[in-house]
T-cell receptor, first 113, second 115 residues
Framework: NAGVTQTPKFQVLKTGQSMTLQCAQD?????MSWYRQDPGMGLRLIHY???????DQGEVPNGYNVSRSTTEDFPLRLLSAAPSQTSVYFC????????????FGEGSRLTVL | AQTVTQSQPEMSVQEAETVTLSCTYD???????LFWYKQPPSRQMILVIR??????QNATENRFSVNFQKAAKSFSLKISDSQLGDAAMYFC????????????FGKGTRLHILP
């Protein structure tokens, strides 16, 4: 079972470059989300989606864009990378809170120079 | 806004002993869910235990149990008979009892197991 797949696992960018972190799930989950993990800060929610065509902002949305054109995919876009966006990014999905746990991808380590 | 606070950045426990990790949260909702997730060095996030706010009975999963105090907005995790494999970051998380809402995490507690 693939579960939640994130790509790439590692990426180095220069300031000002753009990139997209890909996230795909094969569990037919309605709910998908992106978190960033920084030392001492825990997991902070960037954006989330409760279904295709619906997205909403989390705690730290600035500098990131998302879209949800299909149930399976939820890409995270950095339009102009900044060193403050150096972090480990996690994509997670679930049927919804009432139905159980969040399933996480393996994480993507992004470094912005 | 809902918040989740874990006041212990790091803890240590002797192998085979019992340890309790603290978590408090702030919400005005009456219907919500609480979670404890474990993140070992592999970085993979693993659900440890889940508690529905409407249930008075504390959730248990083998050696893991919670002490859910709704009035005090407290949700601590007790690990009994600690094992070396329990060494990890532990995150407390909150979700409002609405299918269409986000899940918020605390900053985490790093647990060390001393052999």
């Amino acid at each position: 079972n693939a579960g939640v797949t994130q790509t790439p696992k590692f990426q180095v960018l220069k300031t000002g470059q753009s990139m997209t972190l890909q996230c795909a799930q094969d569990m037919n989950h309605e709910y998908m989300s992106w978190y960033r993990q920084d030392p001492g800060m825990g997991l902070r929610l960037i954006h989330y989606s409760v279904g295709a065509g619906i997205t909403d902002q989390g705690e730290v949305p600035n500098g990131y864009n998302v879209s949800r054109s299909t149930t399976e995919d939820f890409p995270l876009r950095l339009l102009s990378a900044a060193p403050s966006q150096t972090s480990v990014y996690f994509c997670a999905s679930s049927y919804g809170q009432r139905d159980g746990e969040l399933f996480f991808g393996e994480g993507s380590r992004l470094t912005v120079l | 806004a809902q918040t989740v606070t874990q006041s212990q950045p790091e803890m240590s426990v002797q192998e085979a002993e019992t340890v309790t990790l603290s978590c408090t949260y702030d919400t005005s909702e009456s219907d919500y869910y609480l979670f404890w997730y474990k993140q070992p060095p592999s970085r993979q996030m693993i659900l440890v235990i889940r508690q529905e706010a409407y249930k008075q009975q504390n959730a248990t999963e083998n050696r893991f149990s919670v002490n859910f105090q709704k009035a005090a907005k407290s949700f601590s995790l007790k690990i009994s008979d600690s094992q070396l494999g329990d060494a990890a970051m532990y995150f407390c998380a909150y979700g409002r009892g609405n299918r269409d809402d986000k899940i918020i995490f605390g900053k985490g507690t790093r647990l060390h197991i001393l052999p």
